[in-house]
């Protein structure tokens, strides 16, 4: 009988006590191979570098509920900030609403309004410009290339660099007109198509409060975006001017204004629009259609707000300048997404990660205490077998080499199942991300990290085989074949 042989029949022979101590083993290497992959593809994910714009400007806040809210959907939105800080950016115009210069002329080389506030099936629906999509207010695409044939393609939103927003089916929505395009994971999972309607409910997901009632205007998706791997899969893209439309969202801007004006609330104007400009119209709602679908909104401009607004900057300089006016704005900030994601991970998953890699190596270490247990008590139960082996000629050397070695596979076994089981809690881990943010983990991906973790393992089951081994090692022959 060789070695290997020797050692699977000592293996069997305790096998109950062999499984308990490799899935022990086992537990302890899914934990820290599970982190090990969340610590690492998670910052990739959500840290990551490239999110397709340098700044994102909203309400004084929490850069990091701004960011949050705005490209992963989640958490509650921290205020509203004026329209026309939207159109002093995104526009060439001289001077402000106030009358004054406007600081940020010519810096930006696109500019992109984000509004939420409604959901659609626990949807997100968010209200912005036909330009986030590459179209004009009409819907059609944007030239690439100007009329003296330079490119126009920094003029064009991306969503990560060189990577810009396509449809696998229609087109986008005209900015004055009740359509929406909808992300690739809402048309598979909700079923809705081109031509497909809905109406969109009060409140988002993330927020604490229930779900309000539902809107009475009704939206035709006319466009399908393909799959870009971010949580704008899970949304659906309204005009702008359509979230303004609606009553609800039109009474409470005017109240919002009112209070900040220090003025009581006005009464609004509630009155039916006439036949001739329009279809069939509730007193109550907060726009007027046209024969041919578009709509004009009653709420004036200057009462327009938006949530946030994604910026790209034409140039380092305006960059820096653009951030250096922010900070000097008593109403909104502009946070880099990038450095935002970057500094919540390193300062706070470095701490978990380590927490949760020391348990998981305490258990891991405990499972190592276990197999020295076990193998003891394995080789103070076959003292007279290795006396025998002993008489038959084999060495102290031999009978050491195989305990360990015994507990060496042992380990073996519980850390390659538990590499492997890692990889597939992970995977569950992955898909829990997908459905809640609409980006999911590379669960696959292999890192140097568990391997050496893994290595680790089976050299504390090794070490773990000595204790016993020298004890087997120095098992007296003549005085346990006399006993026997």
Known sequence: MNLFELILKQMRQRLLSTLLTSISILLGVTLAIAVLILGRESRAVFAQSDYGVELVVGPKASPLQLVMNTFYHIDVSPGNIPYGLYEDIATAREFSDNGKRNPFRGMASWAVPIAVGDSYKGRRIIGTSPLLFGADDAGEPLPLTDENGNSRLSRIPVFRTGERYSFSEGHAFAANKLEAVIGSRVARELGLRIGSTFRATHGVPAADLPLGEEHNLEWTVVGVLNETHTANDNVLFIPLLTFYAIFEHEDALEKINALQEGIASPAPNRAPATAATTEVQRPDEG???????????????????????????????????????????????????????????????????????????????????????????????????????????????????????????????????????????????????????????????????EIAYVLCVIVISLLAGLVPAMKAYETPVAENLVAA
């Open 287 to 449: 726009y007027t259609r046209k024969p041919d679908g578009t709509i004009e909104v009653k709420l004036p401009k200057k009462d327009w707000q938006v949530s946030a607004i994604l910026v790209h900057t034409r140039s380092a300089k305006a960059l820096l300048d653009f951030q250096f006016i922010l900070r000097n704005l008593p109403d909104a900030i502009g946070a880099s997404p990038a450095d935002v994601m970057a500094k919540f991970f390193d300062t706070f998953l470095p701490k978990i990660s380590m927490m949760l890699i020391i348990i998981s190596t305490l258990v891991t270490v405990v499972a190592g205490v276990s197999i020295m247990v076990s193998i003891y008590n394995s080789v103070m139960a076959r003292r007279r077998e290795i006396a025998i082996m002993r008489a038959l000629g084999a060495t102290k050397a031999r009978i050491l080499t195989t305990v360990c070695l015994e507990a060496g596979f042992i380990g073996t076994i519980g850390a390659v199942a538990g590499f492997l089981a890692g990889h597939l809690l992970t995977s569950i881990g992955s898909w829990y991300m997908y459905r809640t943010f609409g980006a999911s983990l590379p669960w696959w991906r292999v890192g140097g990290m």
